[in-house]
């Protein structure tokens, strides 16, 4: 289902990747409806009673974001421009909970307009921005605080926030003192705790400690009469890139955190998925450019560079990789690498995989996640298209650059400001 071979050739749904690639040209993004529908539900049958706030910094592609809010999924948003996307897109705002640590006093504004469910906030001085931005507006403010639980999740360094010496969240031991102050805070009104322990989390354990700890802080909070509605755990299931991984599903986070928080029948969970909503839905289609040999090693060139998918050069990540169509040539050592000026412009080092042809069509899978949204022009190349596939249509949700595009701007400028 989704995405596999039939026959010798890929397929994404029911469309073939060489068909796909003849009607729009390469690299493209390509995602399947389906896997996105089946995704999104199963948080949603999980988190039945809850909300599910898809956290839109995965991929913010404005039809994706429809076709999310369509599906009843909230949004957890880190910028302005996030807001101004998922209002566009349909979502409720009272789904909508902000984070991230450095909300400018525009955004905070733009915010409490728009009448969002929740800050979850990182600091105290936001805190106090936030009072004071809600009183000039004579609004109240609902928040959270983000509690860092300092636990290890595991995983890549620039992806774990969880920790102590983090920039995220508040410390777990200056939590009740930061409720206690806010509580005395006029534009106010506290309504619940958040925790984010980081990202491609492969492992329940990491979940259930840190749930623990946030449950011992509501405890001492109700002891000093402050009363929470809402407990959002955060995001980051992980997802399988590589074969022995086996990620946890949506249903055996909500029963380990359920096993911790289930005694609070007053509070609503909170969760914010983003990788494992949109990562395994789509692959990018690539074409080989040239091979060549330096020294011992075997290259191949690709047309996919570090501007359509820096996850390999920033995180070391890990893509499996696909030929379109099935070959009968063995895999031998080499670079699977894109055409950008930087060492650092690689998909795979040091993987077995087929000496393609020039010509050729390779798909790099679970780009859905931090894909498309980490996507520049560096070295003044288009950004790429992006298509869904949904059953035999195939919609267009983003279009390629033009030159033009990479002009837009930085003419007809005013000459001094
Ligand atoms: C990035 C982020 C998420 C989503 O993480 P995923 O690993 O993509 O699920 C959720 N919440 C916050 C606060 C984040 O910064």
Known sequence: MGIKYIKNELFIEQISAVKLAELCDTPTYVYSKKLILNNFN????????????YAVKANSNQTLLEILSNLGAGADIVSGGELFKVLRAGINPQK??????????????????????????????????????????????????????????????????????????????????????????????????????????????????????????????????????????????????????????????????????????????IVEPGRSIIGNTGVMLGKVIYRKKSGNKNFLIVDIGMNDLIRPTLYDAYHNILPVKKTSKKPITLDIVGPICESGDFIAKDRKFPLLE????????????????????????????????????????????????????????????
């Open 96 to 269: 909508i909970v902000y984070s991230g640590v450095g909300k400018t006093a525009e955004e905070i504004k733009y915010a409490l307009e728009s009448n969002i469910l929740m800050f979850n906030v990182e600091s105290y001085e936001e805190l106090c921005a936030i009072n004071k931005i809600a009183k000039q507006m004579n609004k109240k403010a609902r928040i959270a605080f983000r509690v860092n639980p300092n636990v290890d999740p595991d995983t890549h360094k620039y992806i774990a926030t969880g920790k102590h010496g983090t920039k995220f969240g508040i410390k777990y031991e200056d939590a009740i003192d930061m409720y206690i102050s806010a509580s005395k805070m006029a534009n106010i009104e506290i309504i619940g705790i958040d925790t984010h322990i980081g990202s491609q989390i492969l492992k329940i354990e990491p979940y259930k400690l840190a749930a623990l700890k946030i449950s011992k802080l509501i405890d001492k909070l109700e002891s000093l009469n402050i009363h929470l509605k809402y407990i959002d755990i955060g995001g980051g299931l992980g997802i399988k890139y590589e074969k022995n991984q086996k990620p946890p599903k949506p249903i055996e986070l909500k029963k380990a955190v359920m096993s911790v928080f289930g005694k609070y029948k007053d509070k609503t969970l």
């Open 358 to 417: 020039q010509g050729d069509l390779i798909a790099v899978e679970c780009i859905g996640a931090y894909g498309s949204a980490m996507s520049s022009q560096y070295n003044s190349r288009k950004r790429s298209r992006g298509i869904i596939v949904d059953g035999k249509k195939v919609i267009h949700i983003r279009r390629r650059d033009e030159f033009e595009d990479l002009l837009r701007l930085e003419e007809n400028l005013e000459k001094y400001l």
């Open 42 to 53: 199963s948080y949603k049958k999980a988190f039945n009673n809850d909300i599910v706030c």
